[in-house]
């Protein structure tokens, strides 16, 4: 398969209200709803995202579930006839406001991440840029800029880089370069050590 400016989406795949960058995929079975996919990211088997803005070359596996879908605690019935009334009640409207509410407690995941198999991350989280979280984990907080995040719930058991390389990265920004220069900078991005990639493109 090539890849091309067009987002390529699986014939199986539900894509609603949700904005697609270039060289995108949405792949068999994944729903995604009132949603930001940023250039050059893809998710793959049966993933569900919903009221969140991912950003660039995120790496999103199968089965993954990035959602900030939160039913309605404080209310006497948690229950979707609360708020999809229309599904239920001849001539009632749904409820606007409720999902207003779910919108503003949205997922926010950065450039360059990697959301491992099965993974859940929960509405209001932040998953920094370079990013990598764990199959299966859980995330119910924050996760910090190229922090690894594993287990229920997710905790960061280290960072990829040391904090001077991961600021150097930040600052670099690759993932804003143009298409052209992405396919120039091929061979470095596979051959050179970061301190040596940042040395020859800072």
């Known amino acids: 398969m090539k890849l091309s400016e067009a987002p390529v989406i699986d014939p199986t795949a539900r894509v609603k209200e949700s904005v697609l960058g270039r060289y995108t995929e949405v792949g068999a079975h994944c729903h995604v709803n009132r949603s930001t996919l940023g250039d050059y990211s893809y998710c793959v088997e049966g993933t569900q995202i919903a009221y969140a803005e991912i950003g660039k070359f995120a790496n999103i596996a199968a089965n993954v579930r990035i959602y900030a879908s939160k039913h309605p605690m404080q209310r006497a019935s948690l229950h979707h006839f609360t708020y999809r009334s229309s599904w239920y009640f001849e001539g009632e409207a749904d409820d606007a406001a409720f999902f207003e509410w779910r919108a503003d407690n949205g997922i926010e995941i950065g450039h360059d991440t990697w959301i491992g198999h099965g993974a859940v991350i929960m509405p209001g989280v932040k998953v920094g840029h370079g990013a990598i979280i764990g199959s299966n984990a859980v995330v119910t907080k924050d996760v910090a800029d190229f922090a ?22 930040l600052a670099l920004g690759w993932w804003d370069w143009s298409h052209d220069k992405l396919h120039q900078a091929l061979p470095d991005f596979r051959a050179l050590e970061i301190e040596a990639f940042l040395e020859k493109y800072e």
């Open 148 to 169: 690894i995040a594993v287990g229920v719930p997710a905790k960061p058991i280290r960072q990829r880089f040391p904090r001077p390389i991961a600021d150097r990265l």
